[in-house]
């Protein structure tokens, strides 16, 4: 299976509209969060993508909620969001949750602390694709280390055989490993990454 994952288009017209010729290449588009800026253009943003066919799985990031993402993505049939839940496409789960992990400083954000992250992380299948908006900690997440302890708790547990995040974009395009785990920061520009 052959994915096309992106993160943080953040409102960007042209990348969006490079990303929506890209997954024609594509068995599963994967869209780890910040499609809006600040929860502004969430609409406009998806209205460029809504044009992709290709089954599509999207997390919220940390600038646009769970609920407005879904609303946004009620016309498009080959979307499905994912916040603490999973879906099984041609047989491999994905298991997707989005926001900011831990709590980020700005009052706008849609974030989780990572006890919340914990719980909502428990039903994550092992062996599956993980998709999040925020880094597991340690991992892909900055010089600061921003990333999440829950997140990377589950991959340590979990075993997926790909996670696939964003959210840090200083390691925006950059790749690692948690075990067997195959680790993406994907960024703005459309990954191909084979499962």
Known sequence: MRLLAFSDVHRNDRTARKLADMAADADVV??????????IGLDKLIDMLVVIETPTVLVP??????????EACQGWKAATVLHGEGKTIDGVDFYG?????????????FDLTEEEAEAKLAETPEGGVLVV??????HLDGP???????ILSAIQEKRPRVAICGHV????????????????NVG?????IEV
Do not use: M, Q
């Open 169 to 184: 974009h200083e390691d925006g395009g950059k790749e690692d490993r948690i075990g067997p785990t195959r680790l993406y």
């Open 30 to 39: 994967v869209a780890a969060g910040d499609f809006a800026d600040l929860h």
């Open 144 to 150: 600061r280390e921003l990333g999440s302890e829950a």
């Open 61 to 70: 990031g940390n600038n646009e909620t769970e609920d407005a993402l879904r």
């Open 97 to 109: 949750l989005g926001g900011g992990i831990p709590t980020t400083p700005w009052d706008w954000s």
């Open 188 to 192: 703005p520009e459309g990954t191909f």
């Open 133 to 138: 908006h925020s880094p597991p900690k340690g």
